[in-house]
């Protein structure tokens, strides 16, 4: 059987990602969320699943061009590279921004 890979975006969301993750069956090797380790490709507790942990805007090119066939990333990310191949079945609740404006008081 062929092995699924998850691609997961290294950076702002990992915790995230690690507390979705580590609570499902197919569970990382806890060195994915090791932000010193220099791998790329990571074993989970399912033989037929790994991950890979990439820049948060490569995860949508990994999956459109078959080198991953699920990952996380967020909306802005999909948005910005319209992959025809890439569509987002589910929305995970994380990695909620803001945006901030600065003015000059004078200005106001």
Known sequence: ?????????????????????????????????????????FSSKEKNI???????FDVCTFVAFGAAQIGIAGE???????YSEVYSPLNLNIGHCRLSVAALTSLL
Do not use: H, W
């Open 1 to 41: 059987m062929k092995k699924t890979i998850i691609a997961i975006p290294r950076g702002r969301i990992i915790k995230e990602c690690q507390n979705i993750l580590n609570k499902t069956t197919f569970a990382p090797d806890p060195l994915l969320f090791d932000e010193n380790s220099r791998n790329l490709t």
């Open 50 to 56: 790994d991950y890979i942990k990439v820049r948060s």
């Open 76 to 82: 802005d990310v999909i948005q910005e590279f319209n």
